[in-house]
């Protein structure tokens, strides 16, 4: 069961982690380079690998890298932004088939990691700048994903709630920024910000599959040689005790056929926090499984939701509830949430509760171990978080946790924002707490 | 007790797949999985959404459903007497779940310790139904609030609505889920009727896959059914309304809270349902290649559409080969249905001139061997696919040997047959006033 990753740093700093596995397909490789999540900073953030992904110097054009990558049997190389706390991480991965299955000549790795490295590394410039027609095009794209949340309701509603709830720190900054904030960005301004985090910020390279370790950091030290400055940047660690005066409610319309609910609180248990495993039971048992609290009674027992569950911010400390109702169920609903909330905290915890909750946990955890993607996520929580936490020790904290432990979170846990989404015509939502 | 099995080989993936064949005429297979963590089991029966009209041999009665009735037996079957399926799962450590498809029903948990505790409650649960008044009645509101949220998903409605406009009569142009109306009528006599029908080993298959030793499983799945004394099936008859080769209207628009509209076209197969095994499975390899010939990111057209701002990164074309009914879906968001309508079908009658040349169709062909390799990392991928594959008489490990079997002449071919103009309707969701 033991995983882990070698540690490398190359010669410019970047940090490298390896894993030789035999047991995937694929020769997975990710690059993370992160940055403080900021309201001045995100758009930019965002910007950075949409227009490198549309090409680079020696790939000039999107046809012409999908073309590369085709002819490396369908390699997928893939860009995102991921919001991990108060840190924007700007996330580029490729995946291909291992050489073993393809008739490849046996270079398919320095292939693909070379295209890696000239996409991230050896990007299109024009003077001192990226090309106008690419980053204007990024800039609409970006701006039309922004829009787009809204296609999306359960995920909208979530991103709604928590953008009201933590209006007034970081944390309440979409990953992607916002829609006017793309309006005066320049080329030369991004690319002047590209150079810096670039150099400056920290980055990490990952490498899962059956490889030679001495092959691996000899081709990520030729490839990703770029010049990088002395000292990577400090990032600001994520703020997880922002108190709560009162319990805000807000409701807003849309015209949807399903209304959602969501619930925020805080939990005041950070990353590194001793009582990091009993939060996880906490939520588990509130609503992390079907045997949990939240599903039994909302929707087993009343009838009144398809799906209902909590989830974690684990870096921000904060759990979620969310359901999608009708709206004239809301007040029901709210009462049996409350009802659980109170029960769990009050340590009415049965033993076949807390033994399958913890036996999910564990399940999914080693679950994620079967997954090259997971393998890396989970070691790059552990870079953000500031504490890896070996798959090992998780497990063996999940069942040290009893009742008096849950109970102790449930002390700390505080009802921030309740969030309901509904139409006009939903009825009965209105201000009843 | 010995189980009799054989193992098929793929060269290609170097993986070895064991096969059962479980009294009474049920089909197990084990593929195991060294060094993972996990192990996943389904367990599936050819009973699907478009099932809705079917009779069993000798008898002459036919029963004629209301929509929705398979995936509410999924529901259903969670409970029984003894509460609800999830918590013996739960108690065994195992995440357990469900989905039902057009063409059948699949019961499913992953677990990482009690794999054959766990795989003796999946073979318990879905072959001990119990249906009441009281539990049917409370599931129709838990299935009314799953069919609002569908309500919502412009994603979904777009697709349901292309399905509305490709088919007159077949039932693949009703909602999974039913209608809230249609599930009113489900009743637990329904039920029991559909289930003894459907749910026989013989028309059910298991599929296992991780770190897993072959001949216990086939074991433990035989011990599990023999003492069951099932009756031997009658052969199924499934009933499909004759379906024109004409498609139904050529435009759906719906309204919904969208940031921008979403718009596909479709077109009809008409071919498909006399296609069987091998050649089915030609035809779904050959239109995909073709369509990623025609509309892939790495194709011109593609890299117009983008810079023109007319279709984001979601844009896209695939096609579906059932054993009765077939089509093809192109599109995506856009901020103008009309221009992006024109460019694809442009693009159509311009491929029928320009042809696919050699390195086109090479660097394709070594696209989709290479991400048919990478989804072998996923279990579910492997398990799901496997019996899909399997209950519409294809093979899913013969894709590598099939691949190198097709050639230009025939993808150019379909361009004409499959993608023909006079056959295709368009569905578009529009943004409505977001109040």
Redo the contacts between chains.
């Keep these: ?1 033991s995983v882990d990753f070698f540690n490398h740093q190359l010669s410019n700093g970047i940090k490298l982690y390896f894993m030789p596995s ?5 020769i997975n490789i990710a690059l993370f380079l992160h940055q403080d999540l900021h309201r001045d900073l995100a758009a930019l953030g965002a910007l950075v690998p949409s227009v490198l992904e549309k090409g680079c110097r020696l790939y000039p ?3 012409t890298l ?2 590369r ?8 190389l893939s860009t995102d932004i991921l919001k991990s706390g108060e840190r924007q991480i700007l996330s580029f991965m490729l ?4 050489g ?3 008739d490849d000549n046996g270079t398919i790795f320095r292939d693909a990691m070379f295209v890696l490295g000239s996409v991230v590394g050896d990007p299109l410039v024009d003077g001192n700048a990226f090309r106008k ?1 690419y980053v204007e ?1 990024e800039k ?2 970006l701006v ?2 922004i ?8 995920a909208y509603a979530l991103e709604r709630c928590l953008s009201l709830m933590c209006a007034d720190e970081r944390f309440g900054v979409y990953k992607l920024g916002r829609v006017e904030d793309y309006r005066d960005i320049e080329t030369v301004e991004l690319y002047r910000f590209y150079q810096k985090i670039i150099t400056e910020n920290p980055l990490d390279l990952y490498v899962i599959g059956d490889l030679d370790e001495k092959l691996v950091v000899e081709t990520a030290e030729t490839i990703f040689s770029g010049e990088r400055s002395q000292k990577t940047i400090e990032l600001t660690p994520t703020q997880v005790d922002q108190p709560v005066d009162e319990v805000k409610f807000i409701r807003e ?6 209304a959602k609910l969501i619930i925020g609180f805080r939990t005041y248990t950070g990353f590194q926090d001793p009582l990091q495993c009993a939060l996880l039971v906490y939520s588990g048992i509130l609503g992390g ?3 949990s609290k939240l599903f ?1 009674k909302v ?2 027992e009343a ?5 209902v569950h909590t989830r974690l911010e684990r870096y921000k400390g904060l759990m979620v509830i969310s359901a ?3 709206a004239k169920d809301y007040t029901q609903a709210r009462e049996i949430i409350e009802k659980q909330l109170a029960d769990t905290a009050a340590g009415e915890i049965s033993d ?1 509760e807390l ?2 909750t913890k ?2 946990l ?3 955890l ?2 994620r ?4 993607q997971h393998l890396i996520s989970n070691h790059l929580e552990g870079l953000v978080g500031g504490r890896q936490w070996p798959v090992e020790e998780l497990i063996a904290g999940i069942k040290k946790v009893d009742r008096e432990d849950i109970m102790a979170v449930a002390k700390r846990v505080k009802q921030d924002t309740v969030y309901l989404l509904q139409s ?1 015509e939903g009825g009965d939502g209105k201000n009843d707490r | 007790m010995t189980v009799s099995f054989k193992t098929i080989e793929n060269q ?3 993986e070895t797949l064991y096969h059962y064949r479980v009294d009474p005429g049920m089909d197990l297979y084990v593929l195991p999985r ?5 192990k996943y089991a389904i367990f599936s029966t050819r009973f699907g959404s478009i099932d809705n009209s079917f009779r069993v041999e000798p008898e002459e009665e036919v029963t004629v459903l209301p929509d929705g009735v398979a995936h509410f037996l999924e529901h259903k079957l969670f409970e029984d007497d003894r509460g ?1 399926v ?2 013996r799962f ?7 779940n469900a989905f039902t498809s057009f063409t059948q029903t699949t019961y499913l948990f ?4 009690n794999f054959d505790k766990n795989l003796q409650v999946l073979l318990d649960f879905v072959q001990e139904p119990y249906f009441t008044e009281q539990t049917v009645q ?2 129709q ?3 009314g ?2 069919i ?2 569908y ?4 994603q979904w409605r777009v697709f349901f609505n292309l399905l509305e406009g490709l088919y007159q009569k077949h039932p693949v142009r009703k909602d999974i889920a039913g209608t809230i109306e249609s599930i009113a009528q489900i009743t637990p006599e329904l039920l029991y009727r559909c289930y003894r029908t459907f749910y026989h080993p013989a028309n059910m298959a298991v599929f296992v896959v991780g770190d897993l030793e072959p001949d216990s499983v086939g074991e433990l799945v035989e011990n599990n059914l023999a003492p069951r004394n099932y009756e031997p099936l009658g052969t199924i008859v499934r009933l499909f309304p004759e379906e024109p080769e004409e498609i139904n209207r050529r435009r759906t628009v719906q309204e ?5 509209p ?1 718009f596909f076209v479709g077109f009809k197969d008409t071919v498909v349902g006399k296609l069987r095994g091998r050649e089915l499975m030609r035809r779904e390899i050959l239109m995909e290649l073709l369509l990623d010939i025609i509309f ?5 057209l ?2 117009e559409l ?2 023109e ?1 007319l279709i ?2 979601d844009f896209g074309a695939e096609y579906t080969a059932e054993y009765n009914y077939g089509f093809t879906m192109i599109g995506g ?1 856009t901020r103008d249905s009309d221009l992006l309508y024109e460019k694809i079908m442009v693009a159509l009658e311009k491929s029928k001139i320009d042809g696919i040349t050699a390195e086109q169709f090479e ?2 062909r ?6 048919y ?2 989804r ?4 579910e991928f492997i398990a799901n696919n496997f019996l899909t594959y399997r209950f519409r008489g294809t093979d899913l490990l013969d894709l590598p040997a099939l691949l190198q079997e097709v050639n230009r002449g025939e993808a150019l071919s379909l361009l004409e047959e499959n993608l023909s103009s006079d056959r295709h309707t368009v569905s578009l969701i529009t943004g ?4």
């Design positions: 069961m035999g047991k995937f397909k694929t054009d999107y046809l999908q073309r990558l085709e002819n490396l049997f369908g390699a997928e995946e291909t088939a291992h073993r299955y393809l027609d095009q609409n794209q039309k994903d829009r787009g949340l809204l296609n999306e309701k359960a319309e849309l015209a949807v056929n399903q499984f079907p045997h039994m929707r087993e009838g009144l939701a398809y799906y999608g109702i009708n076949v033994n399958n036996q999910g564990i399940n999914q080693l679950s171990l079967d997954s090259p006009r | 290609v993936l170097q060294p060094g993972y963590e996990k609800n999830f918590d739960a108690t065994l450590g195992a995440s357990a992953s677990c990482t310790a409370k599931e509101g838990i299935i609030q799953e609002k949220m309500e919502d998903h412009p919904l809270v969208v940031s921008d979403l892939g990111t790495s194709e011109k593609y890299n983008y810079r701002n984001d990164e968001e660097r394709h070594r696209k989709i061997l290479g991400s390799i990478r072998f990392n996923s279990l409505g006033d977001p109040r």
